[in-house]
């Protein structure tokens, strides 16, 4: 429990049958492990908004990110989410439930018709921006794609420029897209 005066007072303020109120005043995370080593992961009440490698992000930048994208402070939490380990090892058929704040309705259609690419599988850019009624928005589709909060989750390492040029980029490194391909069995890419 905190030491702060203005939370303790604030916590006060909870039904006492209730969630403690600090849960609506902060975020949670958590770190756990992935195919890609060890990650840190916000949860919000709604599901999971955050997600960064530790390798990619130190905790106070970690923190610090998320509080500019979305404006909320965090604190630790022991919770893990349903299917959230699955999904980071790889099992296709974990889907943990997703909060995703402070996105376009276009990122949220790109991410959504991302989400869809079976394990194992590529799609180039061009498929997802028609995939979304934008065929002519592919260097959109790639930037929110480039922004995408929660990687690992929903799978915009299946995403690769069209016509055979290398697999792309990857906001983890082009090594971890290579890798993810290849614990998925993915064939013919970055070749």
């Known amino acids: 429990m905190s030491t702060d005066p203005v939370l303790v007072r604030l916590a006060a303020l909870a039904p006492a049958e209730g969630p403690d109120l600090t849960d609506r005043l902060f975020d949670g995370w958590l770190t756990t492990d ?24 130190a905790e106070e930048d970690f923190r610090a990110a998320y509080r500019r994208r979305v404006g909320r402070p965090l604190r630790a939490s022991t919770v ?43 799609r180039p850019y061009a498929w997802v921006a028609a995939e979304v009624g934008r065929p002519g928005a592919v260097r959109a589709a790639g930037t929110a794609l480039a922004t995408n909060p929660v990687p690992l989750l929903i799978p ?36």
């Open 34 to 57: 992935s195919l890609l080593g060890p990650v840190r992961v916000v949860c919000t009440r709604d599901g999971i908004s955050f997600l960064r490698t530790t390798a990619d992000l």
């Open 80 to 122: 893990v989410p349903d299917d959230l380990e699955a999904a980071l090892h790889g099992d296709a058929t974990a889907r943990p439930r997703l909060d995703l704040l402070g996105i376009t309705d276009f990122q949220r259609d790109v991410l959504a018709a991302t989400r869809t690419i079976p394990a194992g599988e590529t």
């Open 156 to 191: 915009c390492h299946r995403v690769v420029p069209s016509g055979g040029g290398g697999i792309g980029r990857y906001i983890f490194g082009v090594s971890a897209k290579q890798r993810l391909l290849a614990a998925e069995g993915a064939t013919g890419v970055g070749r």
